[in-house]
């Protein structure tokens, strides 16, 4: 990505700096560019500022350039979650508004006055989107600038309804949002944490319990009493180490527990904020068309699909990792296995009321309601999306069993496409036509190298079920 950045990434050296003369124009991008190797990555100790804090930016530099200061603030907090996340993205695209590099050098402004353009600076990047913006209309027709910012419907929607409610609402609202936000993703993560530490310990259980049990039936088979003797010593030795791995595996269901019920508490402490507009895909809430869910939370901006998959019907929906799963129907839990098995690694089925059954696979955590004959609804959450067994990154593989269709061919899943995720195949398609900014989230994964047939106790990774 850096080699990549070092070619692309230019920055300019603004002719008119905020605080040194007038800012540059919306009616002509830049004409003068030159490489600035310092802003080829983040700075060591990037900018932290708070709501309160940016928001007289949002408000002076929308005033500059004729555009709502309210937008701004959405677009900054879809782009990068107010400087939190960034990147360089797996497009290119940097700094607290996200900008790809040459739209940087024919927008860029040097709003603080120090010399540099700088895309890292919160300053120097809201003053560029807004003169984007203004400069693809936004003193009209802020919802077509705001798409010429990123070509995506979805996108126009979610910053505009954001907009509304940073308009309305300010500071409170923006506290009551980030407040959710980090109640979950920590609660999220903990429940990650917690889990890994349960699959660790049960691994070390089973490893000594199959180990003991070996030494006793060796004991068993002895001719020498004296060899029996030794082997059973060893088997004690053994059994002292079991039971204390048992006591740490009891230790850490513990705190899964724990974690547990914090998530819990974090999405019904959320619950109320994913209903304001423009809020449900930030806060992951399950998105409903015609009594389906779409399975992944998050929205278009982070979950992507391709219309096929590698070598058989099936959908790889790409997401970060711990991403929220929910059930795509109602339904009854057919199987479910919350340690890693075979290819698919965890993951469960259910037969769902309209007569399909769907098979999920690769998450990272199972929650613990999902058991075989547990009855799921439409929007229950199941799970955390992951890359256990055969994955070559997080993304939740969903499919049909047997696998004799695309799940991504089925009336309901369409109906999501621009709203619950991108195709990431049409994605790299239109990139390559006409890109201004990054596709929040758009890029495709690697696809995964071909599966086998699972050695789990109900998937089948081939066409024809072998």
């Not at 469960?348 to 929650?367: K, N, R, S, V």
Request: glycine share 10%.
């Amino acid at each position: 990505m850096k080699r990549v950045l070092a070619v692309a990434l230019v920055a300019l050296v603004a002719a008119g700096a905020a605080s040194a003369g007038p800012l540059p124009s919306a009616g002509t991008p830049n004409l003068t560019t030159v490489l600035l190797p310092q802003l080829l990555a983040p700075p060591l100790a990037p900018q932290q500022l708070t709501f309160a804090q940016l928001q007289p930016v949002w408000q002076a530099a929308g005033a500059a350039y004729g555009v709502p200061w309210s937008v701004l603030a959405a677009i900054n907090k879809v782009e990068s979650n107010f400087g939190r996340n960034m990147g360089p993205s797996s497009a290119g695209a940097v700094g607290w508004m996200q900008f790809m590099p040459d739209t940087w050098a024919r927008w860029g402004v040097d709003a603080d006055g120090d010399g540099i353009a700088d895309p890292w600076n919160a300053q120097d990047a809201i003053y560029s989107a807004a003169r984007y913006l203004a400069a693809t209309g936004g003193t009209s027709d802020i919802a077509g600038a705001v798409f010429a910012y990123n070509h995506a419907q979805w996108y126009v929607d979610e910053v505009l309804q954001l907009a509304q409610q940073y308009a309305n609402g300010g500071v409170d609202f923006s506290t009551a949002l980030d407040g959710a936000q980090q109640q979950l993703d920590v609660a999220k993560q903990a429940v990650l944490d917690a889990n890994a530490r349960v699959l660790d310990a049960n691994a070390v259980v089973t490893s000594l319990q199959v180990r003991e049990n070996a030494l006793l039936a060796e004991a068993d088979r002895a001719q020498l009493f004296s060899d029996r003797l030794d082997t059973q010593k060893l088997a004690t030795i053994v059994d002292v180490r079991l039971r204390s791995a048992q006591a740490d595996a009891d230790a850490r269901r513990a705190e899964l527990r724990s974690a547990q019920d914090a998530l819990a508490a974090a999405r019904v402490s959320a619950a109320g904020a994913s209903f304001a507009p423009g809020t449900s895909s930030l806060l992951g809430a399950p998105s409903y068309s015609n009594g389906y869910v779409f399975p992944v939370a998050g929205g278009a901006g982070v979950v992507s699909v391709g219309h096929t998959h590698h070598d058989y019907p099936a959908a790889d929906i790409a997401a970060p990792e711990g991403t929220q799963l929910y059930a795509l129907s109602d339904g009854a839990v057919q199987q479910a296995w919350s340690v890693p098995s075979g290819n698919c690694g965890i993951g469960f089925t259910i037969a769902t009321t309209d007569g399909l059954t769907w098979t999920y696979c690769h998450m990272a955590y199972l929650e613990p309601a999902v058991v075989e004959g547990a009855q799921l609804t439409a929007g229950q959450p199941v799970g955390l999306v992951g890359h256990t067994g055969h994955a070559d990154g997080p993304h939740l593989h969903l499919q049909l069993q047997p696998a004799t269709a695309y799940p991504q061919d089925e009336p309901w899943f369409q109906s999501f496409a621009g709203t619950a995720f991108t195709w990431s195949d049409a994605v790299q398609s239109h990139a390559a036509a006409a890109p201004v900014f990054a596709v929040v989230g758009g890029s495709a994964e690697p696809a995964p190298r071909a599966l086998d047939s699972a050695s789990g106790p109900v998937i089948y990774f081939t066409a024809t079920g072998a």
